[in-house]
């Protein structure tokens, strides 16, 4: 498989402060801005919104 810019892969930085990230593959023909996804954080024990970081 490939590696191209099309779908870099990126990391989501929770916004709890704990430090936890999730690594992901994003479109970016698709959008082309910064992703932003409500999953769980295991540290904090509870679902909050992880932004992408560069």
């Known amino acids: 498989m490939a590696r191209n810019e099309l779908r870099p ?10 430090g ?3 690594v ?3 479109n970016r023909r698709n959008d082309p801005d910064r992703m932003a996804l409500r999953k769980y954080d295991p540290v904090a024990r509870q679902h909050v919104l992880f932004r992408e970081e560069r």
């Open 9 to 18: 892969v990126v990391r989501l930085r929770s916004t709890a402060g704990t």
């Open 20 to 22: 936890y990230t999730y």
């Open 24 to 26: 992901t593959r994003l």
